[in-house]
């Protein structure tokens, strides 16, 4: 009986633009054991929702291999990966754009039900729609409402229902907290935490807000234009960050706390995100590391375990 | 009160549809001296656009109306000042960072040509050259190449559009700068060099800024004094040291703390406030955050708590007393 649930080999995902090859995903190995959480941080434009998508086959992969508790299911037909998509769910970001406006809840939530063919009785889908409504918190009079009539906290957690109709093993969750004001986001973080605990979830959670992601994660991947820069147990990123990108992300989060935001030295970097189409060979991160050599362009580096279960991709690492 | 460069005084605004009267802002108070950064935290829907929209007289056509109070912008009642007279101050005395860069500037003309136009508006230089010459000074100011002065918004990036924004509402060095989040759209390493920069920018021409926003981060960063905005007031008030480190508060900023994940200490749950903020058009009775309140009390439900004020710290609500405001002293008091 393996433990990993989610495994990617190598995966790539290049798109094709008038101007060249994009880079999205290139080369990424992730493992996710059951009843974890991974979450994938960076900026916009790494990669971490295309990766996101990846995973759960709703984009092909370029190259590159998705095993599924052991199974590959990189080349399955999509009759078969129907299948598999019952264990496997997507919660958006944006409540607003995700919800089809001319459905009433009870639709949208019982609608993976029907396209899946999981329970075929009208009566006892009627009962699990009910069941989900209270799993997340949402009170019955709304059942015939309409997505507009409510607000975006509740909007979340329609989409946190819908994910949940098929019972899946696996939700990948994009940025789901990223468009909700602090209080209503605890709210959701709370109700994705208690859900995991319950039906023993896996989550992979995609976002750019760090003191999110040290929250509700048990390993963290620090994305950089496409690649993986850091990856290690939540608690040793924050207490130990290697990479200088992640030493960076970490040193610009605004803290809530007077003390140590006067305090801090600060250490900005400098310029912005280098274009991902064709990207040099190298730490694509050298653009802007205040550490660069030549080393650093000329070759691709590598992930390497500095301790056990810790890897980054850095040449300042031997 | 002399050297206030803003004063807003009782100011009740509301949005009237046909539909219904929303209470947007309800009986704000807010003193803002030379030099100094404020920082306006809420939720959506508090009301802190609607504040800023008011001291720019910027409020939508017909809609929003400011029903009661008084504006004053160095000294200058602005509430009842003609459209015309508005022009003047506007950008001149004071300008706005809007929060969106994509979508608050004209993508038909160059960043340039935008940025010429305040200072050709509020007639600051006679001649061309003179124009173009302080142009690339206000871009060289903000970190940005002149020679992109000819590219279009859609040729830069989020960043370097926001720093076109702040280079627009500096041009003319204003008295007062409203940031209305500013580096929300931004990634965190592109919003750390924002906000280093409107740090920097507001010490070398002095002017003084009202910073809106929902994180409280960056308010601990870079603002002086801080108004936490709860359906329409300003329910807590102080220096940063007031909110940050002193042990009274408001039972709402205690919940807005408590519902963001730490950084340093590991708690298993989050401790968010229950329940949502009250409809805007259908207010309770008494203190607006009773229906949320874990301390709510009868008294809450029927009387608007008073504001207690000690050493300028301000709180609104019925859990102080007397006691803790010292007495009761108006004269020294921020807001």
Redesign the interface.
């Known amino acids: 009986m393996c433990d990993i649930l989610i495994e990617t080999r190598d995966l790539k995902k290049y798109f094709n633009t008038s101007r060249g090859l994009l880079h999205a995903v290139d080369g990424v190995n992730l493992t996710i054991n059951k009843g974890n959480t991974l979450g994938v941080v960076g900026?916009?434009g790494c990669g971490k929702s295309t990766l996101g998508r990846l995973v759960l086959r709703l984009l092909e992969p370029t190259e590159g291999k998705i095993y599924y508790d052991g199974q590959c299911i990189s080349n399955y037909s999509r009759s078969k990966m129907d299948k598999m998509r019952t264990k496997m769910q997507i919660i958006f970001q944006d409540p607003n754009a995700s919800l089809n406006p001319r459905m009433t809840i009870s639709e949208i939530i019982a609608e993976p039900i029907k396209v899946c063919k999981t329970i075929r009785d009208s009566r006892e889908r009627d009962k699990k729609v009910s069941e989900l409504m209270d799993t997340v918190g949402l009170a019955k009079r709304f059942i015939n409402s309409y997505p507009h009539e409510m607000?975006?906290?509740r909007r979340q957690r329609i989409g946190v229902a819908r994910a949940l109709a098929l019972d899946p093993e696996f939700i990948v969750c994009d940025e789901p907290v990223s468009a909700l004001?602090?209080?209503?986001?605890?709210?959701i973080?709370?109700l994705l935490?208690d859900l995991q605990d319950e039906r023993r979830l896996s989550y992979m959670f995609v976002t750019?807000d760090?003191?999110?992601v040290?929250?509700i994660s048990d390993e963290i991947m620090v994305m950089y234009l496409g690649q993986c820069v850091e990856r290690t147990s939540s608690?040793e990123l924050?207490l130990n960050p290697i990479h200088p990108y992640t030493q960076?992300?970490l040193?610009?989060?605004?803290?809530?706390?007077?003390?140590?935001?006067r305090n801090s030295k600060?250490i900005?970097?400098r310029g912005?995100?280098t274009s991902p189409i064709d990207p040099k060979p190298g730490c694509r991160f050298s653009a802007r590391c205040p550490y660069a050599t030549e080393e650093c362009t000329g070759e691709d580096i590598m992930l390497k375990e500095v301790s056990p279960g810790h890897w980054v991709a850095c040449t300042r690492c031997k | 009160m002399e050297d206030a460069i803003l004063n807003i005084n009782d100011l009740y605004v509301e949005y009237v549809t046909d539909d219904a009267r929303i209470f947007a802002v309800n009986g704000l108070d807010l003193v803002l001296f030379k030099g100094e950064t404020l920082g306006l935290v809420g939720e959506t829907g508090a009301g802190k656009t609607t504040t800023a929209l008011s001291v720019m007289q910027l409020l939508p056509e017909r809609t929003g109306v400011i029903k009661k109070g008084s504006i004053k912008l160095d000294g200058v009642e602005i509430t009842k000042a003609t459209e015309n007279k508005m022009r003047g101050i506007r950008g001149d005395n004071v300008s706005m960072v809007f929060q969106d860069p994509m979508t608050s500037l004209n993508p038909t003309i160059t960043v340039g040509e935008q940025i010429a136009e305040v200072l050709v508006l509020h007639k600051k230089y006679s001649t061309k050259a003179e124009i173009d010459n302080r142009v690339d000074e206000i871009m060289k100011m903000v970190r940005l190449q002149p020679e992109r002065k000819n590219e279009y918004p859609h040729q830069l990036s989020g960043g370097m559009k926001q720093r076109i924004v702040i280079a627009i509402a500096l041009a003319c060095e204003p008295k007062l700068l409203l940031a209305d989040e500013p580096t929300t759209a931004l990634d965190v390493t592109i919003q750390a060099q924002v906000l280093e920069l409107m740090r920097e920018l507001k010490e070398k021409i002095n002017t003084s800024m009202i910073l809106i926003t929902h994180d409280l981060g960056i308010v601990a960063q870079a603002c002086d004094k801080v108004a936490i905005m709860y359906a329409g007031e300003i329910i807590e008030g102080g220096t940063v040291e007031d909110i940050f480190l002193a042990k009274n508060h408001h039972p709402y900023t205690v919940g807005l703390f408590n519902s963001i994940p730490n950084l340093t200490s590991k708690a298993s749950r989050l401790q968010p406030i229950a329940g949502l903020m009250p409809d805007p058009t259908d207010l309770p009775s008494g203190c607006n955050f009773s229906t949320r309140c874990p301390n709510c009390m009868e008294i809450c439900k029927e009387k608007k708590p008073p504001k207690f004020i000690r050493n300028g710290h301000m709180i609104r609500c019925h859990l102080f007393n007397k006691s803790f405001a010292g007495e009761e002293d108006h004269s020294c008091v921020i807001y």
Do not use: Y
Request: aromatic letters at 2%; a negative charge.
């Open positions: 900026e916009s607000d975006g906290g004001d602090v209080s209503i986001q605890a709210q973080l709370n935490m750019h760090l003191s999110v040290k929250h608690d924050f960076a992300l040193a610009a989060i605004p803290v809530p706390d007077l003390i140590t935001a600060r900005n970097i912005e995100v």
